[in-house]
C-alpha cells in the first residue's frame, strides 16, 4: 500500500492529473455497470448502456496504465507533459461522448442521422486518431530513449506500448470498416463488420498494465535482474503468442470461443503460461521487502 501511495506523492502534475481522471472514468464505468444491472436493460446491441459501462472501465484503467508506465521513460518534462495531457484529455471526450448517447438511446459510433451525431461520430473518430499519436510518441521514446534501468522493465514498458499500439490500431480499422459500412446505408453491417475485431481490441488493450505490472512485482522478490528479464521474456512471450491467435481469428470471422480445438488449445496455453508468470512472481515476493523513495520518485524494493 506505502508503494501505491508513493506512486501517487511523488507522481508528476501530468502523471497526478492522469490517475485521479482514470479513477473518475473507472467510477464512471462502473456507475453505469450499475444503472445498466438495476434497470434490466440489455447488454447487447449498438443502444446498450453496456458501452458506457466498457469505455468508462477500459479508458480509465487504461489511462491511468499509461501514466504509470510511461513515467518510467526518460522523457523530457515538456514533451511528457503534451503527450500524456492529449492523451487523457482524448480518453475524457471519448468515455464522455459515448455516456451521453447512450443516454440519449442513440449509437455513439458510424450514426450519422442527424448533424449532432454526426458531430459526435466524427468526434470521437477524431479522439482514437490523438490517442494513437500519443501513443506512437511514447512507444518511440521507449524504444529510442535509455529507458528504466533495469532490462526486465525496460522489456514491459516497451512490448506494452508495442502491443497497445496493435490495439489502437485495431481500433482505427474498426472504425474505417465501420464507418464505410454506414455511409454505404448499411449501419448494421457496421456494427457487425467493426464487432468482429473487438476480442482483438480487448485483449491487446492491456498489455500495458500486465506487463509493466509483472516487471514491477518482480523487483520486489530477492531474484538476480537476470532471472527477472527472462520471467518477462517469457511474459512477452506468451502475451504476443495470445495476440496473434486472437488476431488472427478476428481478421477471419472467427469467435475466440468457436475456433478449432488446437487453436483454442494454442491460446489457452498463451494464456495460462502469462498467468503462471504471474503468480511465479507473487510467489517470489520478499514478505520483509522495504521501499524507499528513489530521485525519480519510483518505489524501488531494497
Given at each position: 500500500?506505502n508503494?501505491l501511495?508513493?506512486?501517487?506523492?511523488?507522481?508528476?502534475?501530468?502523471?497526478?492529473?492522469?490517475?485521479?481522471?482514470?479513477?473518475?472514468l473507472?467510477l464512471?464505468?462502473?456507475?453505469?455497470?450499475?444503472?445498466?444491472?438495476?434497470?434490466?436493460?440489455?447488454w447487447?446491441?449498438?443502444?446498450?448502456?453496456?458501452?458506457?459501462?466498457?469505455?468508462?472501465?477500459?479508458?480509465?484503467?487504461?489511462?491511468?496504465?499509461?501514466?504509470?508506465?510511461?513515467s518510467?521513460?526518460?522523457?523530457?518534462?515538456?514533451?511528457?507533459t503534451?503527450?500524456?495531457?492529449?492523451?487523457?484529455?482524448?480518453?475524457?471526450?471519448?468515455?464522455?461522448?459515448?455516456?451521453?448517447?447512450?443516454?440519449?438511446?442513440?449509437?455513439?459510433?458510424?450514426?450519422?442521422?442527424?448533424?449532432?451525431?454526426?458531430?459526435?461520430?466524427?468526434?470521437?473518430?477524431?479522439?482514437?486518431?490523438?490517442?494513437?499519436?500519443?501513443?506512437?510518441?511514447?512507444?518511440?521514446?521507449?524504444?529510442?530513449?535509455?529507458?528504466?534501468?533495469?532490462?526486465?522493465?525496460?522489456?514491459a514498458?516497451?512490448?506494452?506500448?508495442?502491443?497497445?499500439?496493435?490495439?489502437?490500431?485495431?481500433?482505427?480499422?474498426m472504425i474505417?470498416?465501420?464507418?464505410?459500412?454506414a455511409?454505404?446505408?448499411?449501419?448494421?453491417?457496421?456494427y457487425?463488420?467493426?464487432?468482429?475485431?473487438k476480442?482483438?481490441?480487448?485483449?491487446?488493450?492491456?498489455?500495458?498494465?500486465?506487463?509493466?505490472?509483472?516487471?514491477?512485482?518482480?523487483?520486489?522478490?530477492?531474484?538476480?535482474?537476470?532471472?527477472?528479464?527472462?520471467?518477462?521474456?517469457?511474459?512477452?512471450?506468451?502475451?504476443?503468442?495470445?495476440?496473434?491467435?486472437?488476431?488472427?481469428?478476428?481478421?477471419?470471422?472467427?469467435?475466440?470461443?468457436?475456433?478449432?480445438?488446437?487453436?483454442?488449445a494454442?491460446?489457452?496455453?498463451?494464456?495460462?503460461?502469462?498467468?503462471?508468470?504471474?503468480?511465479?512472481?507473487?510467489?517470489?515476493?520478499?514478505?520483509?521487502?522495504?521501499?524507499?523513495?528513489?530521485?525519480?520518485g519510483?518505489?524501488?524494493?531494497?
Open positions: 500500500m508503494a501511495t508513493w506512486i501517487w506523492q511523488d507522481g508528476r502534475r501530468a502523471e497526478r492529473v492522469a490517475y485521479a481522471v482514470g479513477a473518475a473507472f464512471s464505468g462502473a456507475g453505469h455497470a450499475i444503472v445498466l444491472i438495476a434497470t434490466g436493460g440489455s447487447l446491441g449498438p443502444l446498450s448502456m453496456r458501452k458506457a459501462v466498457t469505455f468508462g472501465l477500459s479508458f480509465g484503467l487504461t489511462l491511468a496504465s499509461v501514466a504509470w508506465a510511461t518510467f521513460l526518460t522523457l523530457r518534462l515538456r514533451w511528457r503534451v503527450l500524456l495531457g492529449a492523451f487523457t484529455a482524448a480518453s475524457v471526450v471519448e468515455v464522455v461522448l459515448v455516456s451521453m448517447q447512450a443516454w440519449r438511446g442513440v449509437p455513439s459510433h458510424f450514426n450519422f442521422e442527424t448533424a449532432f451525431d454526426n458531430v459526435v461520430s466524427m468526434t470521437l473518430a477524431a479522439g482514437g486518431g490523438v490517442i494513437i499519436l500519443t501513443v506512437v510518441g511514447f512507444t518511440a521514446a521507449a524504444l529510442v530513449e535509455p529507458g528504466p534501468d533495469a532490462p526486465s522493465l525496460r522489456l514498458v516497451r512490448a506494452g506500448l508495442v502491443v497497445l499500439l496493435i490495439a489502437l490500431a485495431t481500433g482505427a480499422v474505417g470498416r465501420g464507418v464505410v459500412a455511409r454505404g446505408g448499411d449501419p448494421q453491417l457496421a457487425t463488420t467493426a464487432g468482429a475485431l476480442p482483438l481490441h480487448a485483449v491487446a488493450m492491456h498489455a500495458i498494465l500486465v506487463l509493466p505490472a509483472l516487471a514491477w512485482v518482480l523487483r520486489l522478490t530477492r531474484w538476480p535482474e537476470a532471472h527477472r528479464t527472462l520471467v518477462v521474456k517469457i511474459a512477452v512471450a506468451a502475451d504476443a503468442v495470445l495476440t496473434a491467435v486472437i488476431g488472427i481469428e478476428s481478421f477471419t470471422d472467427v469467435s475466440p470461443f468457436a475456433a478449432p480445438a488446437p487453436v483454442l494454442v491460446s489457452a496455453l498463451a494464456a495460462a503460461v502469462l498467468a503462471g508468470t504471474g503468480l511465479y512472481a507473487v510467489s517470489g515476493i520478499e514478505p520483509a521487502i522495504r521501499f524507499v523513495r528513489i530521485p525519480s519510483k518505489a524501488r524494493g531494497r
